[in-house]
């Protein structure tokens, strides 16, 4: 796939393909921006776009060398699977071809293994074709001493040698790191493009491409992986515990924490949740429908907004906000669920008929 395949970035894109064009692509370049918008896709095509033996602002798609990494990014998780079986860091320093390398974090991190071995591979290994690629995937996650073994080749390597760092937390990289890299900026994919994206190459049908889109987020990654029916499924309980949590007496109330706290996916269910709340409070306060998230049940989401519940829900949201934090820093779940579950009636103040 070409530059001009990977989904959405247009600006960067314009400017990848232009420096490609004058032969002045940076040696270091940061990728940074959101979770799955298609970083990591795009550093890997401007590495084939180096390599490729036909073109030399972009790949081809024919050559020897493009045919080659297309199928190695295909069975990534194979390559994958043998780093994994390997004893050595160093194993998740992907090859996909002889002139480009994937780099991934081996466990947690990016170890100084790895790192070394990217200085020798740079520093004493020609390469073979046009230029040489080192793609280094979650790069906030190189560890001090990794980021330390790095800085010399990322300032001054070899010519033709160019590093694509990818980061969804720029914050989080060593300041030495992001003051050698050029750093293009990717913004969340527009909905119509993850949209229409799921039609046309995933086969998805638009009811549900429509659906995906609106709980993405800007990730066509999330989009792709979602599993409407678990959501669906989980949605529909959660939306029964909303309707059924003013009248809950005390057993009740142990109950729908403990439903809530034995949830395979407690996080999950808890941004449904508040996604759910905030709905019920734009609702409330009488926006449109479509800037709902749930409009599919917005038959069920009404008639909570148009009472006493629907002027508490903004608040009801935060309070669920606060328990997702919790959940985060790993406070214990049946803990959290409970004061999730006093706390909302709590917020609420109301019982019983007063609720809906
Ligand atoms: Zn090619």
Request: charged share 25%.
């Amino acid at each position: 796939m070409p530059l001009s395949d990977v989904l959405g970035h247009e600006r960067v894109k314009a400017a990848l393909r232009h420096a490609l064009d004058r032969g002045r692509l940076p040696s270091a370049l940061l990728f940074s921006g959101p979770e799955g918008v298609g970083k990591r896709t795009l550093a890997i095509e401007v590495g084939r776009a180096l390599i490729c033996e036909q073109s030399s602002n972009d790949a081809c798609g024919q050559c020897s060398s493009c045919l080659r990494i297309a199928r190695a990014s295909d069975t990534l998780a194979d390559l994958r699977a043998q780093a994994q079986a390997s004893d050595e860091p160093s194993a998740f320093n992907l090859r996909l071809h002889p002139d480009l390398l994937l780099v991934e974090p081996s466990t947690e991190t990016i170890r100084v293994e790895q790192a070394r071995a990217i200085v020798s591979e740079v520093g004493e290994r020609s390469f073979e074709g046009r230029g040489r690629a080192i793609v280094i995937d979650d790069a906030h996650r190189l560890t001090e001493q990794a980021a330390n073994a790095l800085l010399k080749s990322l300032e001054e390597p070899p010519a033709g040698t160019h590093f694509l760092l990818v980061t969804a937390s720029t914050e989080a990289l060593p300041a030495t790191i992001r003051s050698r890299c050029q750093r293009l900026r990717f913004a969340a994919l527009p909905p119509a493009t993850i949209e229409s994206a799921l039609v046309e190459r995933w086969g998805v049908s638009p009811e549900e491409a429509r659906l995906r889109t609106r709980l993405s987020g800007g990730s066509l990654k999330t989009a792709i992986a979602f599993d409407s029916t678990a959501y669906r499924n989980l949605r529909e309980e959660l939306i029964g515990l909303i309707e059924r949590w003013g009248e809950l007496d005390e057993l009740g109330r142990l109950d729908a924490a403990q439903t809530l706290a034995d949830l395979d996916e407690p996080r999950d269910a808890l941004r449904i949740l508040r996604s759910l709340l905030r709905d019920v409070a734009l609702l409330s306060e009488g926006a449109a429908e479509e800037h709902a998230l749930n409009i599919d049940v917005r038959e069920r989401l009404s008639p909570l907004a148009a009472g006493a519940f629907g002027k508490r829900a903004a608040e009801l949201a935060e309070q669920v906000e606060r328990s997702a934090r919790a959940l985060a820093a790993n406070a214990h779940r049946g803990l959290v669920m409970d004061m999730l579950v006093d706390g909302v009636v709590a917020v609420s103040g109301l019982r019983g008929d007063d609720w809906a």
